[in-house]
């Protein structure tokens, strides 16, 4: 029983820690712009595939494969802005969230096409795998959940040190909390758009090696943890980052153990069952506040 | 009171024109704010108070005319701006509630060139807001009314600008937390910050104010000493209701 538990708990936060990973992301983008990136799925395949290309067909270390993909990653983060967002910003600010919605919808379909285009559509290995377990008495833990979730810990420490130590960090936190009064205190809100979108894409980027190590690389790679991150998203409240982790953690244990007592099939509506409910009970995620807008 | 005989100005407003959407709101007003004066500007609520100090901060576009910082013609965006050295305390403070006091500062000073600097100005602001360091780690949303206006006029000292715009600092609190406001901003002007301040109640400021405006409509339509539009009761039942 130990080892089913400890099998169910392993998965569990496996799953956890890769969701968290596309959920900051995300959350990230929505909270300091109001920006639902719906290219975000395709910017976690493009991740996955560069990493691939470089390890590959390169020949070049794993770290050059993990390198590149958060480089390729903030590198869309920037195209998404300069050919999107900057534009649309300068339009009408009401229709803004509307509108940047439909456009990077188009930008994912488009990238997971050109992708497919270049790549194919048969499902290719990602190199970046451990093989073997840590074994500590009746436990088995496998290396590459290992390593997942040590990336992931290492990326979020990352991020929580750039967003609360550093003077961008506190740019970005202060435009998420209050766009005006950051502008009032010298702070460029495009240039801080630009960096959380290039954040949010390096995030992307490794999130999409981390993912494909687990399965396999594919075109529509990044649109099951990018639909899970967005249902966890939503229950965590839109723009709360410790939120969208504990949601994400939380959500993705339950997804797991569901999934074990009831089948596999019933992970994936037990998450909709709970964020329906969330949904009903505290519109505004379990985190998040509820907001007020004058008429 | 501080004298603002010869000095040059820090704030020229030139026949501005500003408003929102279809609505003309400031309907060419020209003012000028020499250094280290105090200028103020009453009227009733809904005359374009605010729109004004935002008008020049850069959040409300600029329609007609011109402002000029120590005679550099503004770009119209609040980042700028506030490089140019104009700190707005804004009306309802517009704290960034999610951050402590300090970090709230910290955001002031984020145009500042070095750590010594920010330190400078840290020691200055806990100086004249003792308070501010008592709160420091204390989370902004959980700050009473008066100790929010503080930590508005401490975050818009922090940017140590050439001039400090105060929306109405007086809205919404208890009249003793006035009287330690305006304390607060007594202080200030006797140190020689050039203050231009926006407020509904012409009486706060009396004795303060070197020069005051009455804005009624969009428009400038008196302009004097404050115990001069004190003296006019007729001004006062027009504009102000008594």
Same mark, same amino acid.
């Given at each position: 029983?130990?080892?089913?538990? %400890?099998?169910?708990?392993?998965?569990?936060?496996?799953?956890?820690?890769?969701?968290?990973?596309?959920?900051?992301? !995300?959350?990230?983008?929505?909270?300091?712009?109001?920006?639902? /990136?719906?290219?975000?799925?395709? %910017?976690?395949?493009?991740?996955?595939?560069?990493?691939?290309?470089?390890?590959? &067909?390169?020949?070049?270390?794993?770290?050059?494969?993990?390198?590149?993909?958060?480089?390729?990653?903030?590198?869309?983060?920037?195209?998404?802005?300069?050919?999107?967002?900057?534009?649309?910003?300068? /339009?009408?600010?009401?229709?803004?969230?509307? #509108?940047?919605?439909?456009?990077?919808?188009?930008?994912?379909?488009?990238?997971? /096409?050109?992708?497919?285009?270049?790549?194919?559509?048969?499902?290719?290995?990602?190199?970046?795998?451990?093989?073997?377990?840590?074994?500590?008495?009746?436990?088995?833990?496998?290396?590459? #959940?290992?390593?997942?979730?040590?990336?992931?810990?290492?990326?979020?420490?990352?991020?929580?040190?750039?967003?609360?130590?550093?003077?961008?960090?506190?740019?970005?936190?202060?435009?998420?909390? #209050?766009?005006?009064?950051?502008?009032?205190?010298?702070?460029?809100? /495009?240039?801080?758009?630009?960096?959380?979108?290039?954040? &949010?894409?390096?995030?992307?980027?490794?999130?999409?090696? %981390?993912?494909?190590?687990?399965?396999?690389?594919?075109?529509?790679?990044?649109?099951?943890?990018?639909?899970?991150?967005?249902?966890?998203?939503?229950?965590?409240?839109?723009? #709360? !980052?410790?939120?969208?982790?504990?949601?994400? !953690?939380?959500?993705?244990?339950?997804?797991?153990?569901?999934?074990?007592?009831?089948?596999?099939?019933?992970?994936?509506?037990?998450?909709?069952?709970?964020?329906?409910?969330?949904?009903?009970?505290?519109?505004?995620?379990?985190?998040?506040?509820?907001?007020?807008?004058? %008429? | 009171?501080?004298?603002?005989?010869?000095?040059?100005?820090?704030?020229?407003?030139?026949?501005?024109?500003?408003?929102?959407?279809?609505?003309?709101?400031?309907?060419?007003?020209?003012?000028?704010?020499?250094?280290?004066?105090?200028?103020?500007?009453?009227? @009733?609520?809904?005359?374009?108070?605010?729109?004004?100090?935002?008008?020049?901060?850069?959040?409300? @576009?600029?329609?007609?005319?011109?402002?000029?910082? =120590?005679?550099?013609?503004?770009?119209?965006?609040?980042?700028?701006?506030?490089?140019?050295?104009?700190?707005?305390?804004?009306?309802?403070?517009?704290?960034?509630?999610?951050?402590?006091?300090?970090?709230?500062?910290?955001?002031?000073?984020?145009?500042?060139?070095?750590?010594?600097?920010?330190?400078?100005?840290?020691?200055?602001?806990?100086?004249?807001?003792?308070?501010?360091? =008592?709160?420091?780690?204390?989370?902004?949303?959980?700050?009473?009314?008066?100790?929010?206006?503080?930590?508005? *006029?401490?975050?818009?000292? $922090?940017?140590?600008?050439? *001039?400090?715009?105060?929306?109405? @600092?007086?809205?919404?609190?208890? @009249?003793?937390?006035?009287?330690?406001?305006?304390?607060? *901003?007594?202080?200030?002007?006797?140190?020689?910050?050039? *203050?231009?301040?926006?407020?509904?109640?012409?009486?706060?400021?009396?004795?303060?104010?070197?020069?005051?405006?009455?804005?009624?409509?969009?428009?400038?339509?008196?302009?004097?000493?404050?115990?001069?539009? $004190?003296?006019?009761?007729?001004?006062?039942?027009?504009?102000?209701?008594?």
């Amino acid at each position: 029983m130990t080892d089913v538990l %400890m099998a169910i708990l392993v998965a569990g936060f496996t799953s956890g820690a890769l969701y968290a990973l596309a959920t900051v992301g !995300l959350s990230l983008v929505w909270g300091s712009m109001g920006m639902l /990136n719906m290219a975000h799925a395709a %910017m976690l395949t493009l991740g996955g595939y560069v990493a691939f290309t470089v390890i590959t &067909s390169l020949g070049l270390p794993i770290a050059i494969g993990f390198a590149g993909a958060i480089l390729v990653g903030a590198a869309a983060g920037a195209i998404l802005y300069f050919a999107i967002v900057r534009n649309l910003l300068k /339009n009408d600010k009401s229709t803004f969230e509307s #509108n940047v919605m439909i456009a990077t919808v188009g930008i994912g379909i488009a990238l997971e /096409n050109a992708i497919l285009l270049i790549y194919g559509g048969q499902p290719l290995k990602q190199p970046v795998s451990i093989a073997g377990a840590f074994r500590l008495g009746p436990l088995t833990l496998p290396w590459q #959940n290992l390593m997942i979730i040590a990336v992931v810990v290492v990326m979020m420490v990352v991020v929580s040190l750039a967003l609360g130590r550093t003077r961008m960090g506190r740019a970005i936190r202060a435009t998420a909390q #209050n766009r005006d009064a950051a502008q009032l205190m010298g702070v460029a809100v /495009n240039r801080v758009y630009l960096q959380v979108l290039m954040l &949010s894409g390096a995030l992307a980027g490794i999130c999409g090696v %981390m993912v494909s190590s687990m399965t396999q690389l594919s075109p529509p790679l990044g649109n099951d943890p990018m639909l899970k991150a967005f249902i966890m998203c939503v229950v965590a409240g839109l723009g #709360n !980052l410790p939120g969208a982790v504990a949601a994400a !953690l939380g959500l993705a244990l339950l997804e797991s153990f569901v999934q074990y007592a009831l089948g596999a099939r019933w992970g994936f509506p037990s998450l909709l069952f709970v964020v329906i409910a969330v949904l009903i009970w505290r519109p505004s995620g379990l985190f998040g506040r509820a907001e007020i807008r004058r %008429m | 009171m501080t004298s603002a005989v010869a000095k040059p100005p820090v704030l020229q407003l030139d026949a501005i024109v500003s408003g929102y959407d279809g609505l003309e709101v400031l309907k060419g007003i020209s003012l000028t704010v020499n250094a280290g004066e105090f200028v103020t500007v009453v009227g @009733p609520n809904g005359h374009g108070k605010s729109t004004l100090l935002k008008t020049i901060s850069g959040l409300v @576009p600029l329609r007609g005319g011109q402002i000029s910082i =120590d005679g550099q013609r503004l770009s119209g965006k609040p980042h700028e701006t506030a490089m140019l050295g104009v700190a707005h305390v804004p009306q309802g403070d517009m704290l960034f509630a999610q951050m402590s006091v300090l970090e709230n500062l910290l955001m002031g000073a984020y145009l500042a060139p070095d750590k010594a600097e920010i330190k400078r100005r840290l020691d200055e602001v806990y100086t004249l807001l003792p308070k501010l360091a =008592d709160r420091r780690n204390q989370i902004a949303s959980s700050l009473s009314g008066g100790e929010r206006r503080m930590a508005g *006029i401490g975050r818009g000292l $922090m940017m140590g600008g050439r *001039i400090l715009l105060i929306d109405e @600092p007086s809205l919404g609190l208890a @009249p003793l937390i006035i009287d330690q406001v305006y304390g607060v *901003i007594a202080e200030l002007s006797k140190v020689g910050r050039t *203050i231009l301040l926006v407020e509904e109640n012409p009486a706060r400021v009396e004795d303060l104010a070197d020069r005051l405006h009455l804005l009624d409509d969009g428009a400038i339509v008196w302009s004097g000493k404050p115990a001069e539009l $004190m003296a006019r009761d007729e001004l006062l039942a027009t504009y102000l209701g008594g």
